[in-house]
């Protein structure tokens, strides 16, 4: 974009080592501020986080596409300036009109609802209890996960004691939970850890009754799994969440419309300092 002027925007410090015979009294470092066709995002002695600057930055092309597009007035500055709300809502109403998201049909919705049923299961859950060998930080990973094979495989040996999990649970693991056996209570895919929760509740692979054979790894650490009880849930059907899936999908679409155009409008601009996706080529719905 053309729109607005191309100087660069830069902030001066001075350097040196203090001595006035010394050539580099006099030097100065210049740093570039991030702009957008010349524009700086910021001032020069602002430090904004990178998701600040992030949203600085594509607030300023879409500022700059309105004013090209004749809906806001044009900018005499150097640096970015501060937009009021009514000038917000110019923009949110350019991005409604340029970033159009079609209405999923109904074979669309009917496909993602065959591809993922168990996301529509009511009332699923598991009575569990674990040991948790927690990685923390300086821990020898090998050393520990070794250990919880071992404590794994004492309880999958025979006649092993109804109690030895709760021993076990009282002097290894690293979880809360320990005083009371390790017993998580009942718990749905939502309740746990993202890891926890696909090992627990996988489709493909139903987790039966009692202690599991395998180890569960997730980012807090090594768990050793028992399942005390199953509580299967009810799928609901087709019909019970279309209306669901059809705003999910349509917010799916309209997230990457909306990057797509952001996009576009970073490859028509000239972006220095800062980083952004961008295109050369129209938009694909």
């Not at 300036?81 to 809502?89: G, I, M, V």
Request: charged share 15%; glycine share 6%; with cysteine.
């Amino acid at each position: 974009m053309n729109a607005l002027p191309s100087t660069s925007a830069t902030s001066t410090t001075s350097s040196g080592c203090g001595s006035g015979h010394c050539q580099c009294a006099s030097a100065a470092a210049t740093v570039a501020v991030p702009s957008i066709n010349g524009i700086a995002l910021h001032a020069p002695d602002a430090q904004p986080d990178p998701a600040t600057l992030q949203e600085l930055a594509y607030t300023e092309l879409l500022r700059q596409q309105a004013v090209k597009a004749g809906l806001l007035p044009r900018h005499t500055g150097l640096t970015a300036p501060t937009l009021s709300d009514a000038q917000r809502d110019v923009l949110e109403k350019m991005v409604e009109q340029a970033v159009q998201a079609p209405e999923p049909t109904g074979e669309e919705c009917q496909r993602y609802f065959d591809a993922h049923k168990t996301q529509f299961v009511v009332g699923q859950a598991l009575h569990v209890r674990h040991i948790l060998f927690a990685v923390t930080p300086g821990v020898d990973v090998r050393a520990l996960a070794a250990h919880a094979e071992k404590a794994l495989l004492s309880l999958l040996g025979k006649d092993v004691s109804p109690d030895r999990f709760t021993q076990l649970a009282a002097e290894l693991s690293n979880c809360p939970s320990s005083t009371q056996g390790g017993d998580l209570g009942w718990v749905g895919p939502n309740d746990c850890a993202p890891e926890l929760s696909k090992a627990l509740f996988h489709p493909s692979a139903p987790l039966a009754l009692g202690v599991q054979p395998q180890l569960v790894h997730t980012r807090f650490g090594f768990h050793i799994v028992d399942v005390l009880e199953k509580r299967a849930g009810e799928q609901k059907t087709f019909a019970d969440v279309r209306t669901r899936i059809a705003m999910q999908l349509t917010m799916q679409s309209r997230a990457r419309a909306w990057h797509q155009y952001m996009q576009l409008l970073a490859g028509q601009a000239l972006i220095e300092g800062i980083d952004l996706d961008t295109a050369d080529s129209p938009l694909v719905q």
